[in-house]
């Protein structure tokens, strides 16, 4: 039975291959995507992509279902170009704010847009007053959180919504760039790339609003927004360059734009409220993409105290989400053969662990020639890739999962034994391999971010891993209010994928459908 053609990308959609993708034999096979996946091009599609490339956009049938293929593959990104605001767009604004900020927010989205009328949900006293004086509608409800984006698309009635915090600061186009994606029928909703409030504070401020920062920037690249920020049900992710790997995906959203026909919040999850939402339309076949082009900037907790608080309720989330999603969707994802590799490299076994290791490298290359006739040499990188990945989300699970765990070990490991002899036990390779979980990552990411953060390395090593703790004991504390060890349990990682695309399937009648939803025209501005 031949496989379903995809719906093409909508005409003027432009596209752009994900920077960590390579072409190898020639431009024939386009290899990349977490997990690895290989792809080899009909004759056809090796010109389309070298156009692509060069900025063109795609502009026949054919290319268009290619780039559709591509899209769902995880192997490139749609591009839309900016659209204004038209009348089928509202924006709305949420949130605790100081009348000053809530000034500043609507200066800069009248510079821009002098034609919107932002929605204003949960606003009291002189914060109310500053927007009535604007001539703009004040809705009565929560002043913040899941409850208050709720009440926000409640009260909204335009196709699309944006939500907003009120303390944002909306960077010049980020309104038309998010707005862009929406001519793809397919797209139910748009988050656009935040980034801390520039403001001056004490440097121990400012080493808290840019850890907190760091776990809520998706980074610099586009991306499809998954389940538990993982592949699922076919769909490929984009390998994640390191210096982005620190974004939580339980992390609260504070931007974004929805199809409001398929948004459906539920205030009870808290914190988790709107990625469970964005998590639920992507399983039902909606696209949720990331667009880095588009950005705001929100105001960062700047006290340890706050910061570790957000840290516990992204946690603390997960449990609720997991027996919403399932236990497969949750948990850490690993592949078998790097996992045992590196288990068995710690428990001291290096001979064993890179035999493991070199054998889960030689199925991935029998995979990928085989599948997609990929030359053998091409094959090394995406198997280091995997084997890298297994290493970095191992780490990350460590550290914010079973940090108690851990802990225990490297402390342990660490107090001084007095022995026999009145010297000093050395301390086991287990405690050492623990020590350094808890600690390198975050001493690489002061190196990185140092800048930004105006503390010394054992000041921001420290903070760093009083995060991870929070972060780790929330998860525990989901996990035992849902009464379900889910978040807690690892997961296999889905295996390497390569296929062989052939003209036929570009060329005749689509059979595959993106969702349907309304016009796209909703968000012209004429």
């Known amino acids: 039975m031949a496989s379903p053609t995809p719906a093409p990308l ?11 993708v390579r072409l190898t034999d020639e431009g024939h096979v386009l290899v990349g995507g977490s997990p690895p996946r290989a792809l080899r091009l009909p004759p056809e599609g090796v010109s389309a992509v070298i156009r692509w490339l060069s900025g063109a956009d795609p502009g026949h049938l054919g290319e268009r279902r290619l780039a559709r293929v591509l899209v769902q593959a995880g192997l490139a990104h749609p591009r839309p170009a900016p659209v204004p605001p038209g009348e089928g767009v509202q924006l709305a604004l949420t949130g605790r704010a100081a009348p000053a900020e809530l ?4 200066d800069r989205i009248g510079r821009e847009h002098p034609d919107l009328r932002p929605v204003v949900v949960g606003a009291t006293g002189a914060t109310a007053r500053v927007a009535r004086r604007r ?10 959180g899941a409850g208050a984006r709720a009440a926000a698309l409640g009260a909204c009635d335009a196709g699309i919504v944006a939500l907003l915090e009120t303390g944002a600061e909306p960077e010049p186009g980020w309104l038309d760039v998010a707005l862009g994606h929406f001519a793809d029928p397919g797209v139910a909703a748009v988050l656009p790339r935040l980034l801390p409030v520039r403001r001056r504070c004490g440097h121990g401020a400012m080493a808290a609003a840019a850890l907190h920062a760091q776990t809520v920037d998706r980074g610099a690249d586009p991306a499809p927004v998954l389940p538990w920020g993982r592949a699922r049900r076919g769909l490929g992710h984009p390998a994640p360059p390191g210096e982005h790997a620190s974004a939580d995906p339980l992390a609260p959203v504070r931007a974004l734009l929805v199809r409001r026909g398929a948004a459906d919040l539920d205030p009870s999850l808290g914190a988790g409220a709107e990625a469970e939402m964005l998590w639920r339309l992507a399983e039902e076949g909606w696209s949720v993409r990331y667009e880095p082009r588009s950005k705001v900037r929100a105001p960062m907790p700047t006290g340890l105290g706050s910061y570790l608080r957000a840290r516990f309720e992204a946690g603390a989330a997960a449990g609720p989400l997991a027996r919403r999603h399932g236990r497969r969707a949750v948990g850490p994802e690993l592949s ?5 590799g590196l288990g068995l490299v710690l428990a001291g076994r290096p001979v064993a662990g890179l035999a493991v290791c070199a054998v889960g490298g030689a199925m991935t290359a029998r995979t990928m020639t085989s599948g997609a006739a990929v030359p053998l040499a091409d094959t090394v990188r995406p198997a280091a890739a995997d084997l890298v990945h297994t290493a970095r989300t191992g780490s990350r699970a460590a550290r914010t999962v079973w940090w108690p765990a851990v802990a225990a070990v490297a402390v342990g490991g660490a107090v001084s034994r007095v022995g026999r002899s009145g010297g000093v036990r050395v301390p086991g390779r287990w405690a050492l391999a623990a020590g350094a979980v808890l600690t390198v990552p975050h001493l690489v ?5 140092h800048g930004a953060a105006l503390v010394g390395p054992i000041a921001w090593t420290g903070m760093s891993a009083a995060g991870d703790a929070a972060r780790s004991l929330g998860t525990w504390w989901g ?7 889910a978040p807690l349990l690892p997961r296999r990682r889905p295996p390497v994928s390569a296929t062989s695309l052939v003209s036929s399937q570009l060329e005749r009648g689509s059979v595959g459908q993106v969702r349907k939803s309304a016009p796209a025209a909703v968000v012209s501005g004429g």
């Open 103 to 106: 000034e500043r927010a609507l």
């Open 135 to 144: 001539g703009l509608r004040v809705v009565e409800g929560p002043s913040g």
């Open 336 to 340: 078998l053969p790097g996992a045992l």
């Open 10 to 20: 909508p005409v003027g959609l432009g596209v752009e291959i994900d920077r960590a």
């Open 479 to 485: 996990a035992a209010r849902a009464r379900s060890l």
């Open 445 to 449: 990411s002061w190196r990185r971010r």
